[in-house]
Nanobody, 123 residues
Framework: QVHLVESGGGLVQAGGSLRLSCAAS????????MGWFRQAPGNEREFVAV????????YYADSVKGRFTISRDNAKNTVYLQMNNLKPEDTAIYYC????????????????WGQGTQVTVSS
């Protein structure tokens, strides 16, 4: 059974930083592209960042480019999202997801999802 477990969320002031982690089990982690998505209250789930299988390709949403960095450690079956210079509009539940096909921004192409971790940025 596949499990994706996010951690590292919390409450932070604007301008602060957080590092999210997503630990994967039950799948061949190195065979999956990994993405981060977020959903704020009343909004649809939106793409944040994605990294391909070997970590050589990354894509970011324009709203986080230059502030967030996605990375992965295939030996630890873990993907990370380093979030710097956080803004109140970054407040959301953050989800990691696994996709066996490609480094895609399309949530519908992801096979597995975590339960999410709350990130709250105060002004």
């Amino acid at each position: 059974q596949v499990h994706l477990v996010e951690s590292g969320g919390g409450l932070v002031q604007a301008g602060g930083s957080l590092r999210l982690s997503c630990a994967a089990s039950g799948l061949s982690f190195g065979m999956y592209a990994m993405g981060w998505f977020r959903q704020a209250p009343g909004n649809e789930r939106e793409f944040v960042a994605v990294i391909n299988r070997n970590g050589g390709i990354t894509y970011y949403a324009d709203s986080v480019k230059g502030r967030f960095t996605i990375s992965r450690d295939n030996a630890k079956n873990t993907v990370y999202l380093q979030m710097n210079n956080l803004k109140p509009e970054d407040t959301a539940i953050y989800y990691c997801a696994a996709n066996t096909y490609s480094a895609t921004r399309n949530a519908r192409e992801y096979d597995y999802w975590g339960q999410g971790t709350q990130v709250t940025v105060s002004s």
